[in-house]
Nanobody, 123 residues
Framework: QVQLVESGGGLVQAGGSLRLSCTNS????????MGWFRQVPGKEREFVSSTEWNDGHSSYADSAKGRFTIDSTDNAKNTVYLQMNRLIPEDTAVYYCAAGFPTLRGTTRWDYWGQGTQVTVSS
């Protein structure tokens, strides 16, 4: 079964960068979709970015476009990265890695979640 472990969170000043890692210690599948979500207390979890494992097609939330990059090219380590640049205080959240599969409706069913990693951006 897919098992996800995140790392790389921490405290950074506004304008700085962080790279989050998510390693899948379970089996992979050609149609597996990997994604990143984030959540702040009192708010719903929100989508940040996703990528399809087999072809690398990626999607981003508007808040992430131009600043964040999702990278799934490290196939040997079954790891997907989220490179976050030009961070702002509004990016402060717990970031979760997720994995799932496409549905016939064109959405993704997110079946697996990591434990989350805290990202704090100071002003």
């Amino acid at each position: 079964q897919v098992q996800l472990v995140e790392s790389g969170g921490g405290l950074v000043q506004a304008g700085g960068s962080l790279r989050l890692s998510c390693t899948n210690s379970g089996p992979t599948a050609s149609r597996l979709v990997m994604g990143w979500f984030r959540q702040v207390p009192g708010k719903e979890r929100e989508f940040v970015s996703s990528t399809e494992w087999n072809d690398g097609h990626s999607s981003y939330a508007d808040s992430a476009k131009g600043r964040f990059t999702i990278d799934s090219t490290d196939n040997a380590k079954n790891t997907v990265y989220l490179q976050m640049n030009r961070l702002i205080p509004e990016d402060t959240a717990v970031y979760y890695c997720a994995a799932g599969f496409p549905t016939l409706r064109g959405t993704t069913r997110w079946d697996y979640w990591g434990q989350g990693t805290q990202v704090t951006v100071s002003s």
